[in-house]
């Protein structure tokens, strides 16, 4: 099954520096290389906080999460974050069996990824 792709910069100044990744898909050894081919530009510009949208993820394999796994080391290495909502149950098996990512931040959508992101990004700016 093939992976689609889609990058979505934010234009809101509120979440400068966040870029939303859309896979919809199998993620697996196949596909898992043209993910790792359109992450690097992203590392070229400032973003910090980069989210994955799993919702129509129907397949992940252990090539996908070391992408997963990589692009998180990449952003905490400048102070920033993966994060992953609305994933579909099997996924959500797939993490919580794999305990592939410890730490990562999952949330139930994107309002209460929007929501931890505000704070998170108010604490920063208050400790400046």
Do not use: C, W
Request: charged residues 25%; proline residues 5%; aromatic residues 6%.
């Amino acid at each position: 099954m093939p992976l689609e792709i889609q990058i979505k910069k934010n234009l809101d100044p509120a979440h400068r520096g966040t870029v939303t990744v859309e896979l919809a898909g199998s993620l697996d050894t196949a596909t898992a290389p043209e993910l790792e081919r359109q992450l690097p530009p992203l590392f070229d510009t400032p973003v910090t906080d980069l989210v994955f949208d799993l919702a129509k993820l129907n397949f992940i394999s252990s090539a996908g999460l070391r992408v997963f796994a990589n692009a998180r080391k990449r952003l905490r290495d400048r102070g920033g974050q993966a994060s992953f909502v609305r994933m579909q149950s099997q996924i959500q098996e797939v993490f919580e069996i794999v305990k592939a990512l410890p730490g990562v931040a999952v949330f139930k959508d994107v309002a209460e990824l929007d929501a931890y992101l505000a704070t998170r990004q108010r604490r920063n700016k208050e400790g400046e």
